[in-house]
């Protein structure tokens, strides 16, 4: 058991929905070339962008500052580009047959792609840490590729010959997608390789883009006036748009901060739009009416960024999504929402409104953690401890987790939200050494601590709570005499040796203080307590003998604190 599995079952949160307001700033990329494609944002604060027509890789920052640099193959047309799992920017070469990377300070390399005249268009990051990538070309070009980050290419045939396969995008499923432009289909592949094919029934409109959405969908753009939406078990749903003129077209997609999905209108006005899957559309008309937005992305900043072009200017775009002043509530320690202080290095929980964008609710994700590294805002919302940065591992528009920041300061701390460049006022906590806290099930089972047997069948866990409590599939038994159960926790104070800040790490930290524990009034023999995983404490207790059947109250202590009343361990005799 890990915090993250923990925190599918301890969070249970609504969302909000409200009108969305944005603010547009163009910046003229004109000395570049005539095409600027594809768009991403690097882990460098900038946002990179191809430029096909001159073969050449853009970086602008947030204030506009552009740098270009040329690809070593004269004439390669790079097209899809993405942030690598390596933190430097991947793209690929549709005329050149090659897959690109560039660093932040620039430096280039290029590595041949195995199939001749390949096409590839589109490229993603995937969850295994390698990149994946479609090549267009028909016949034997009709691939998905993979390439690790040292440039090892594995390439996968399409079932569909001359599938075309354009745009691709990670699915929520832990696979691959991608849209067939030559065969009317989406596809799915899993890092092993195996692909499945979902026919479209509009065979009038070939596809183009793909992305994630924040439903749990995959979105994708047709030419013509339809967008589509395809779930992990393959259901199809369409979208008629209402675009500016009959022959104008979806282009670019990119999921949204506020629960939206957002596209690019192509050979219609200039404006980008929104839809939900409830269907509700708006449309923003860009300044300048006479550009043509074409591939989007989303920022870390939370913002939008698209690529623009028109007969005699090129632009970068960027539609900053605003939203209200966030305000703080309450902060408290992440396992126990009435304890109000927290400690260094341990799990937050802020709450309050207009915290997140409206309508989001994730936790970080293996896209978010590059290198090991905690990320420091999700979907540009972002919190700072006395100044100092806080790890943010969940975000929603009431509800905040994260990671402190390694304080050992003690005494009234000042917590800030930003959301969406809109910062809250400062409220105040309590830091301290100690606050230990003991996680709990989600509501109706918030009584029991948050415990699990540690093996069981086929090496499963086997969570501490009454038979069939948690749900059918979710197994579960009370506690007997002499089991050991692994108890999850936060708040228990400095471990020796200290884990490395906001880095992920597999290794186990003891507590410097001795951790005491009590079941139903016995002691309890501690075998062991300290940080397994990011801010997340274990205590490995063995569950006394003589205690009746029932409900066993749980109480932990640490440098003379003791946890939370009122949770409980549920005991078979």
Same mark, same amino acid.
């Given at each position: 058991m890990n915090h993250f599995r923990l925190a599918a079952l301890l969070l249970s949160l609504a969302t909000i929905s409200s009108a969305q307001s944005i603010t547009f700033t163009e910046y003229p990329i004109s000395t570049l070339g005539?095409?600027?494609?594809?768009?991403?944002?690097?882990?460098?604060?900038? !946002?990179?962008?191809?430029?096909?027509?001159?073969?050449?890789?853009?970086? !602008?920052?947030?204030?506009?500052?552009?740098?270009?640099?040329?690809?070593?193959?004269?004439n390669s047309s790079p097209q899809g580009i993405t942030t690598g799992p390596d933190g430097a920017i991947w793209f690929v070469e549709f005329s050149g047959n090659k897959i690109g990377r560039i660093t932040p300070s620039g430096a280039i390399a290029e590595y041949e792609i195995p199939t001749p005249i390949s096409g590839p268009m589109g490229i993603t990051a995937g969850p295994d840490g390698a990149l994946w990538f479609t090549e267009n070309k028909g016949g034997v070009g009709s691939k998905i590729g993979r390439i690790t980050t040292a440039g090892d290419i594995t390439e996968y045939a399409t079932p569909t010959p001359n599938s075309g396969p354009y745009g691709i995008a990670a699915g929520p499923d832990g696979a691959i997608w991608f849209v067939e432009y030559g065969a009317n289909k989406i596809g799915r592949i899993t890092m092993a390789g195996v692909i499945t094919e979902f026919a479209l029934p509009l065979v009038l409109y070939n596809s183009t883009q793909i992305t994630a959405g924040p439903d749990g969908a995959l979105w994708f753009t047709q030419f013509g006036s339809r967008l589509g939406r395809i779930t992990t078990g393959g259901t199809i749903s369409w979208y008629d748009l209402q675009l500016s003129k009959p022959f104008a077209s979806a282009g670019g997609i990119a999921r949204g901060t506020d629960g939206g999905v957002w596209f690019t209108e192509q050979g219609g006005s200039a404006r980008i739009w929104r839809i939900t899957s409830a269907g509700p559309m708006a449309r923003y008309d860009l300044p300048d009416s006479s550009m043509v937005p074409k591939a989007i992305t989303l920022s870390p900043d939370g913002a939008l960024w698209f690529t623009e072009i028109s007969g005699v200017a090129r632009k970068i775009g960027r539609a900053a999504l605003v939203f209200p002043t966030p305000t703080i509530a309450a902060v408290g320690n992440a396992a126990d929402e009435y304890l109000r202080t927290i400690q260094g290095n341990s799990w937050v929980a802020i709450y309050g409104a207009n915290l997140a964008p409206p309508l989001s609710g994730r936790t970080w994700g293996a896209s978010d953690i590059i290198g090991g590294k905690l990320p420091l805002s999700l979907d540009g919302v972002s919190v700072t401890i006395n100044g100092k940065s806080a790890f943010v591992e969940y975000i929603s528009p009431t509800q905040i987790n994260v990671l402190a920041p390694d304080e050992t300061t003690t005494g009234p701390a000042k917590v800030v939200v930003t959301n969406g460049g809109s910062a809250s006022g400062a409220f105040l906590t309590q830091i301290e050494i100690y606050s230990p806290a003991l996680f709990t099930f989600s509501p109706p089972d918030q009584k029991y601590v948050a415990a699990i047997l540690p093996s069981g069948p086929n090496s499963t866990a086997i969570y501490v709570a009454p038979i069939n409590a948690l749900g059918a599939g979710v197994p579960s038994r009370p506690s007997r005499a002499g089991d050991i159960v692994e108890v999850y926790a936060a708040g228990f104070g400095p471990v020796n040796p200290t884990p490395p800040p906001g880095q992920v790490f597999f290794d186990a930290y003891p507590t410097v203080a001795a951790v005491t524990v009590t079941i139903g009034g016995l002691d309890s023999v501690v075998l062991w307590a300290g940080l397994t995983s990011v801010g997340l404490y274990q205590l490995n207790v063995i569950v006394p003998a003589g205690l009746p059947g029932g409900d066993a109250l749980v109480v932990a202590t640490a440098g003379g604190v003791q946890s939370q009343g009122g949770i409980f361990i549920p005991v078979q005799q």
């Open positions: 005539f095409n600027p494609n594809y768009i991403t944002a690097g882990l460098d604060g900038a !946002i990179w962008f191809t430029v096909s027509d001159s073969s050449k890789i853009g970086r !602008i920052t947030t204030v506009g500052a552009v740098t270009a640099y040329a690809t070593p193959t004269l």
